[in-house]
């Protein structure tokens, strides 16, 4: 069997996968930091709505009902499971405690490459320099 | 020999009638079995089941209880001042931008008796009336049309009439538009944001691509507050239960004659004009 223009066509490959698999080669080693999400501290907030773990994974979810039962059907009160009762509002009771995007929501947020719209609508507290 | 024509139309016809006659069998033999589709809870159910007791969630015990909220505009208390007093409370407490020319935006506005009332013109009307600048908002009509046409149920009536949205499902097709005779709803036709000049942190914004009106202040009314312009046009402008007969609103509305707009489109608006 015979390659015909065997040495443009083998330079051609060659040059194709190198540009092909730059990102893997370039990155590589280079894992981006896993996120911290800066606690808000002890002294401004002693108690979330729920846990962390709960929070960490299904905190979108909780939201979302949030969101149905204040809007559809105005019950605007929400008893956690540890009996404290909470405003169920991002800007009221959420950013209450968190009061930096930047420093809390982003960080998971940018290195999960997820955009969630809440902000094009809910205003965030001004980030403190 | 494969299939021929006329046993291929015979199997098509027998395997088209059993297929016909499938889900009246089913109903037959084990009734409901089909309609189980229809009874799955939803994702949302399953996280958090009411029916298990797990009732969470209740209204502010603070909150203001209506059958039917309405609202009695006093148009010889309404001076422009009080009127102003009470557009601008709304503005900024609602974050409505001031965006000039025809995409402008619209919670609470002045208008003349002509443009509110079209089909009360009457060249010869008290020129106080006439020439007074009426407070226009939201009706929340008790036969809402901008709540039939919206195809994503985004905007509905509550339980105590209020006509809500749900800015998060609207699509921003702009039906309601079409549909309100009171030109009551606003579309963002751009991010709004950079027309507000001051931003109230506690209440969202909108987003381009939605309409907004009027709420009445449902989350004042949620934790037992008037709606802020009622509370800031110094009693021209009262706040109620229509259903309840013993209101201040009822006792205004039989104290003199209201009138209210457009009235023969059978919409009943909820906002009444002493005059």
């Known amino acids: 069997m015979k390659l015909y223009n065997g040495p443009q066509i083998i330079v051609g490959l060659v040059i194709f996968l190198a540009i092909f698999t730059y990102p893997f080669w370039s990155g590589a080693g280079k894992a981006a930091p896993v996120p911290k999400p800066q606690p808000v ?7 979330c709505v729920a846990d962390t773990a709960y929070m960490r994974t299904s905190h979108m979810t909780l939201l979302n009902h949030w969101r149905d039962e204040v809007v559809r059907d105005g019950d605007r009160l929400y008893e956690s499971a540890n009996g404290k009762t909470f405003n169920m509002s ?7 405690c968190h009061t930096s995007k930047v420093k809390f929501c982003d960080q998971c947020h940018n290195y999960l490459a997820v955009a969630p719209f809440c902000w094009d ?3 965030v507290p001004k980030e403190k320099k | 020999m494969g299939v021929d024509r006329r046993q291929f139309l015979k199997l098509a ?14 109903q037959l033999l084990k009734p409901g079995s089909l309609d189980a589709a229809e009874r799955m809870p939803t994702p949302y159910q399953m996280v958090f089941p009411k029916s298990q007791g797990n009732s969470e969630v209740m209204p502010n015990p603070k909150a203001l209880k209506g059958r039917r909220w309405g609202m009695v505009i006093d148009m010889r208390k309404l001076t422009e001042e009080k009127a102003r007093a009470a557009i601008q409370a709304c503005n900024y407490y609602h974050n409505v931008p001031d965006i000039p020319g025809k995409q402008t935006i619209k919670w609470i506005w002045l208008t003349g008796y002509v443009n509110a009332f079209p089909e009360v013109e009457n060249p010869f009307a008290d020129p106080e009336i006439k020439n007074a600048r009426f407070i226009a908002m939201c009706n929340h009509c008790d036969n809402p049309p901008c709540v039939r046409v919206c195809p994503t149920k985004a905007t509905f009536q509550r339980e105590d009439g209020i006509v809500m949205m749900d800015m998060h499902r609207c699509i921003g097709c702009r039906f309601c538009m079409a549909g309100c005779p009171y030109g009551s709803r606003s579309f963002n036709f751009r991010d709004p944001r950079p027309f507000i000049k001051k931003e109230y942190p506690l209440y969202p914004t909108r987003t381009k691509g939605v309409v907004e009106k009027c709420t009445f202040c449902s989350e004042r009314l949620a934790v037992g507050k008037l709606p802020y312009c009622a509370e800031a046009s110094g009693g021209a402008m009262v706040f109620g239960d229509v259903d309840d007969a013993g209101s201040e609103l009822r006792r205004l509305l039989r104290s003199r004659y209201s009138i209210r707009r457009k009235p023969n489109l059978g919409t009943h608006p909820q906002v009444y004009y002493l005059v």
């Open chain 1, 41 to 47: 501290p002890k002294s401004v907030a002693t108690q």
């Open chain 1, 90 to 96: 991002l800007s009221n009771t959420c950013f209450q």
């Open chain 1, 121 to 123: 609508c809910h205003l």
């Open chain 2, 13 to 26: 016809g027998i395997a088209g009638a059993l297929g016909l006659g499938g889900s009246v069998g089913f």
